[in-house]
């Protein structure tokens, strides 16, 4: 028994002490730390080019190109959207009903000239479409007549309007197709045409 305890101190007294002699040599690293970590004068760098990002001036005029032609490109296809944009809006302005044409009786048609130059109703002749209506005003100092038919063969009873007087207006509509001509009763060199589709 005594001689158990004895050898159980003994190894216990080992086991301590080299525990003890671990952490002199733990610590005596720790003190003094290694080689590596020691501060080291820093080597002298060669003076590196800079190679870093040159730019290639063909690259990049090649870049400036391609936009402007991508650029140009998208122009082409806003212009080609306008124009379409601008026939759509034609296609909704498009008469899609019956239309009133003006046509006037200039001042001075009361003697005659103004056949020299077919101007005596303004526009003389017309193109109209079916269910047009045209609207004569007087704009002489005289009363007219817009009386369908011509003077060699007098009115056709397609239309009359009788006297209409200075500043005052006659209107018809056609809803017949055909060529119809009119002159003025009063003033026979007076002669127009309505050409109705
Ligand atoms: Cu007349």
Not at 37 to 45: D, K
Not at 99 to 109: F, K, N
């Amino acid at each position: 028994m005594a001689s158990i305890d004895k050898v159980a101190i003994g190894i216990t007294i080992a086991v301590v002490a080299i525990a003890l002699g671990l952490v002199a040599v733990s610590d005596s690293a720790q003190s003094n730390p290694p080689a590596a970590s020691a501060p080291t004068a820093p080597a002298p760098v060669a003076p590196v080019e800079e190679t870093s990002p040159q730019p290639d001036p063909f690259a990049e005029l090649a870049a400036e190109v391609r936009e402007e032609a991508e650029v140009e490109e998208m122009e082409a296809e806003v212009e080609e959207m306008e124009a379409e944009v601008e026939e759509m809006e034609a296609e909704v302005e498009e008469p899609s009903g019956p239309q009133t044409i003006s046509v006037d009786m200039p001042s001075g048609t009361s003697v005659p000239g103004c056949e020299e130059t077919n101007e005596c109703f303004t526009p003389a002749s017309i193109t109209i479409n079916v269910g047009d209506t045209v609207d004569w005003t007087n704009s002489d100092t005289a009363a007219h007549t817009v009386t369908g038919g011509s003077p060699a063969d007098g009115p056709s009873g397609e239309f009359d309007s009788s006297l209409v007087l200075s500043g005052a207006q006659y209107a018809f509509t056609f809803e017949e197709a055909g060529d119809y001509d009119y002159f003025c009763m009063v003033h026979p060199w007076m002669v127009g045409n309505v050409q109705v589709n």
